[in-house]
């Protein structure tokens, strides 16, 4: 299905919907919320998704897994997207969160053959297999690092907003303190409470966020320039820590491969959650159970998967 109205078809019996839809540049789909969770997939440009607990930038060539219920916006920056709306009890081991995801080449060539569906698809035929397949290899797929979060609690959360919608290197953390009304000390206590990172940290994180749609149509000299680095060869070594690839490799002249989630040992485990597979019932999932009618939910992959 192509261009068609989740609402139009959300009644179908079927657990896993495919939609492919064309945006114009610079479209934002409002605030909302879908009942069935969602697996947005950018077949070009970049995606930004905001909910109330962060924002989630999704290059190109990457998709994003938005849990059922929640509510979300997406600016699309000369994007064309494939969506599988899926019904939650199908994958009781999606994230609890927005997660951005690779998408290698097995799972785009599905997406672009499930568009393609009618919306009432035969289950038992390759339509069917596809879409059982898709739910494999969704589940088998690596956290990426494209997101900061933002603070629960509104003065906090303002400040966020307006940073991310344009990154300064000049704030600095006295500036946000006085903004609260409160000394540095403890705007940044509260800061890193609500957050995990303290202010310094997480503006670094959201201005080098700032450069993946930036990079679309500049040269990474022009966007190192633009957010304020002290050379591009600072800028690059930045980006490749945070993200696991160099900028050059987001620019029209070089396609991006899925990157390294930079992230380290989970305490408990001795593993690194930023590298469990999306579905093998780590944090915000839990194990897959027995098969449900029209597609069966996958087990838990046993091994990751190459990224």
């Not at 060539?109 to 390759?126: I, N, Q, T």
């Amino acid at each position: 299905m192509r261009n068609v109205p989740l609402d139009a078809v959300d009644h179908v019996d079927r657990l896993v919907l495919p939609i492919g839809t064309d945006y114009p540049p610079g479209h934002v789909l409002d605030w909302h919320e879908h009942r069935r969770a969602q697996f947005l997939y950018g077949a070009t440009g970049v995606m930004v998704v905001d909910t109330g607990a962060g924002t989630w930038t999704v290059p190109p060539e990457r998709a994003v897994l938005i849990p059922a219920a929640t509510r979300h916006r997406v600016r699309m920056l000369g994007v064309s997207t494939r969506s599988l709306y899926i019904e939650p009890d199908a994958v009781p081991w999606w994230p609890a969160t927005c997660t951005v995801v690779d998408v290698p080449a097995l799972l785009r060539e599905l997406l672009l053959s499930a568009v393609e569906f009618e919306a009432d698809y035969s289950l038992s035929g390759r339509e069917g297999c596809i879409a059982t397949l898709l739910l494999h290899e969704i589940a088998g797929r690596t956290p990426l690092p494209f997101h900061v979060a933002i603070p629960p609690s509104a003065d906090l959360a303002e400040l966020c907003r307006e940073y991310l919608a344009a990154p300064a290197v000049a704030v600095t953390n006295a500036d946000w303190a006085g903004r609260t009304a409160r000394s540095e000390r403890a705007f940044t206590r509260r800061f890193r409470a609500e957050t995990g990172d303290s202010p310094a940290v997480w503006r670094a994180r959201a201005r080098l966020l700032a450069a993946v749609p930036l990079l679309r149509t500049a040269s990474v000299t022009e966007v190192a320039g633009r957010l304020g680095y002290a050379s591009p060869a600072a800028f690059t070594a930045a980006f490749t820590r945070a993200f696991g690839l160099p900028p050059s490799r987001f620019t029209p002249a070089g396609k991006a491969v899925a990157p390294v989630a930079p992230a380290g040992p989970d305490r408990a485990s001795g593993t690194d959650p930023a590298r469990r597979p999306v579905g093998s019932g780590g944090r915000g999932a839990v194990s897959a159970p027995s098969g449900a009618a029209g597609v069966a939910p996958p087990p838990a992959p046993a091994r990751r998967p190459r990224s």
